[in-house]
């Protein structure tokens, strides 16, 4: 793909791994300077010993073409939250495309040798609501708080905030679709109160994504319609090289439409086709 982004600074939030570890090299393949935030400072120390760490991404940033700069930061914590933009306004001055990626909804899935993510919510811990909603929704609004004061004194940007169609439909889990309801109506109301600064907020729907945890268990996935990480990488980047942007701000993408509408595909040449929110699980 043509590297169309050197000139652009991203942020992506949650990236030593899955779909964050995914979009950020798709947007060091299309040439921007990728800051990858993550909370793993050493490999395999993570909560579902997936592996991975901020530095690890970034270095595959620069191997794709872009330039990759790792922070440690827990988006739990607001002080770290602030030293991450402290360090990208010092260090770029800008920041062109923000992806609200954290998320800490889907560890420890299984307790005690039992699959209770799925539970009935009167049967949930109420630690994986925490998890969902202060790793998850509070972390993008406050990314995405800290990346406005930078992109309305520029008067442009973009921040993406990743959600799912369980914003829509009941897939599973109360608390999930729920959170991911709250994420799809930030960006709506978010999109509203930065448009005077031509700054576009969207969330974006990915697929069935090809990560370490969804291969990890790939005999009970059927992948024939799957993404690759970086798929949603290169749906991002095709937005931000987007000059009609502002009029899709406020609104919801799928990366597989945005595949279809811009053209591009994913890494072994296949065009994912859209999930609905019937079709999706």
């Known amino acids: 793909m043509t590297s169309s982004l050197t000139n652009s600074i991203a942020l992506v939030t949650g990236a030593s791994r899955g779909v964050g570890k995914g979009v950020a090299l798709g947007l060091g393949e299309a040439g921007a300077s990728v800051y ?4 793993s400072a050493v490999d395999m120390q993570d909560a579902g010993k997936l592996g991975g760490t901020p530095a690890a991404t970034a270095e595959l940033v620069s191997a794709a073409g872009g330039k990759g700069i790792a922070i440690l930061c827990d988006h739990t914590k607001d002080e770290d939250t602030v ?3 402290e360090q990208i306004r010092r260090d770029s001055g800008r920041l062109d495309i923000l992806v609200n990626n954290a998320w800490a909804g889907y560890e420890n899935m299984f307790e005690a040798g039992k699959f209770t993510y799925a539970n009935r919510f009167w049967e949930q811990a109420f630690w994986r609501w925490d998890a969902m ?5 509070r972390a993008a609004y406050t990314s995405a708080a800290h ?3 930078l992109m309305t004194q520029q008067k442009s940007g973009l921040i993406v905030n990743i959600s799912y169609w369980s914003a829509q439909r009941y897939i599973n889990n109360t608390a999930y679709g729920v959170a991911k309801a709250a994420i799809d109506k930030m960006t709506e109301y978010m999109a509203l109160e ?7 907020v969207v969330s ?10 969804v291969m990890r268990s790939a ?3 059927d992948l024939s319609n799957s993404e690759s990480p970086q798929f949603i990488g290169r749906a991002v980047a095709a937005l931000a090289r987007d000059p ?3 009029s899709k701000s406020g609104k919801i993408v799928t990366a597989a439409e945005l595949g279809l509408e811009y053209g591009f595909t994913d890494l072994d040449g296949s065009q994912p086709r859209p999930l609905t929110a019937s079709s999706a699980v």
Request: charge should be neutral; glycine fraction near 8%; proline fraction near 5%.
């Open 36 to 39: 990858v935030t993550g909370r």
């Open 244 to 246: 009609q942007l502002m």
């Open 133 to 137: 909603f202060d790793a998850g929704v």
């Open 83 to 85: 030293a991450a933009f």
């Open 219 to 221: 005999e009970y996935f």
């Open 204 to 213: 974006l729907y990915p697929g069935l994504v090809r990560t370490e945890s």
């Open 147 to 149: 990346a406005a004061r």
């Open 194 to 200: 930065l448009r005077p600064y031509d700054v576009a």
